[in-house]
């Protein structure tokens, strides 16, 4: 195997590697854990919608996740195919998101949470 192609292929099953290990070393928080920026309780944004500063609806929370029990740092949505963002459970960072009443707006636009992981529970 010639040695461009060989750094190719370590390089992208490495990726792959890293992808895979970051998704499973997230743990899903419990429901009274408080969630940074927010200040209100994980279980309070399960299932809450998730729109756009438009205003339209695109998801919403599947689960909230964090490194450990007690971190939260991404939630995943489930977009539905809405506005640009393809129909796929998504983590996305916390900080990419506002509460704004009963609304969680993200702030991200579809090409960018095309980027993001997909979450698969």
């Known amino acids: 195997m010639k040695p ?8 992208g099953s490495m990726l792959w590697a890293a992808a895979a290990s970051a998704q499973t070393a997230l743990v899903e928080v419990p429901d009274a854990t408080i969630v940074p920026p927010f200040n209100i309780a994980a279980g309070l ?7 756009t500063a438009e205003g339209v609806e695109v998801g919403d929370v599947e689960e909230i996740l964090g490194p ?6 991404h939630l995943a949505v489930d977009f539905d195919n809405q506005a640009g963002f393809a129909d796929r459970d998504v983590l996305v960072p916390i900080e990419a998101f506002t509460l704004d009443a009963n609304r969680l707006i ?3 636009t579809p090409q ?8 698969d529970d």
């Open 112 to 119: 960018a949470v095309a980027e993001l992981p997909t979450w």
């Open 68 to 73: 450990d029990a007690n971190t939260p740092t």
């Open 4 to 11: 461009k192609i060989a750094a190719t292929l370590l390089a």
């Open 45 to 51: 944004l399960d299932d809450i919608d998730v729109y």
């Open 106 to 108: 993200i702030s991200l």
